[in-house]
T-cell receptor
Framework: GAGVSQTPSNKVTEKGKYVELRCDPI?????LYWYRQSLGQGPEFLIY??????ADDSGLPNDRFFAVRPEGSVSTLKIQRTERGDSAVYLC????WGRGGETQYFGPGTRLLVL | DAKTTQPPSMDCAEGRAANLPCNHS???????VYWYRQIHSQGPQYIIH???NNETNEMASLIITEDRKSSTLILPHATLRDTAVYYC??????????FGPGTRLSVLP
């Protein structure tokens, strides 16, 4: 079946602008995760959804970052007043229930470049 | 901080077995050991995971020591397409992955 998809695949924006990144998880997966990956580093956790609610948002770096998942499937990561330091690959992953022993399946990522 | 440590890089000859080590000396009893790999410009790809027992699938084998403080991922016959960054990560219920920098495996012809 279809895997995790993310759009856009690339996004170039100017400092101070607002951006939205979209994630379509695997159908039926209740758990959804956002990660951020800077060049040469492993992915860094941002936020985890269980259904429609954010179960853990401890990884969001500041209040410019916000994510929603209103119907428990598609999620949108929103970044306000973008800064050059926000440039990174934003990865989305999903798993069936969010339990230990489950596999998280990752999407291809959105490459964000803030000029 | 990641709870696992891995060598930053390794080389392996094509057709030979690649053995990638991972130390996780502070692992908890309910934490699973996962291995992912990331080929350039792609999202991490799941390889295998285990709790206590050794595991094998079509991609690889996972050997976990009896005390669970370390593990080894084995790619039995490495190909050039196995060149990637390999991540060893721990996960327990209700938590998220904490990735380290991983091991950059280069498969040489």
């Amino acid at each position: 079946g279809a895997g995790v998809s993310q759009t856009p695949s690339n996004k170039v924006t100017e400092k101070g602008k607002y951006v939205e990144l979209r994630c379509d998880p695997i159908s039926g997966h209740t758990a959804l995760y956002w990660y951020r990956q800077s060049l040469g580093q492993g992915p860094e956790f941002l936020i985890y959804f269980q259904g429609t609610g954010a179960a853990d948002d401890s990884g969001l770096p500041n209040d410019r970052f916000f994510a929603v998942r209103p119907e428990g499937s598609v999620s949108t990561l929103k970044i306000q007043r973008t800064e050059r330091g926000d440039s990174a690959v934003y990865l989305c992953a999903s798993s069936l229930w969010g339990r230990g022993g489950e596999t998280q399946y990752f999407g291809p990522g959105t490459r964000l470049l803030v000029l | 901080d990641a709870k696992t440590t891995q060598p930053p890089s390794m080389d392996c000859a094509e057709g030979r077995a690649a053995n990638l080590p991972c130390n996780h000396s502070t692992i908890s009893g309910n934490e699973y050991v996962y291995w992912y790999r990331q080929i350039h410009s792609q999202g991490p790809q799941y390889i295998i995971h285990g709790l206590k027992n050794n595991e094998t699938n079509e991609m690889a084998s996972l050997i976990i020591t009896e005390d669970r403080k370390s593990s080894t991922l084995i790619l039995p016959h490495a190909t050039l397409r196995d060149t990637a960054v390999y991540y060893c990560v721990l996960l327990r219920y209700g938590q998220n992955f904490v990735f380290g920098p991983g091991t950059r495996l280069s498969v040489l012809p």
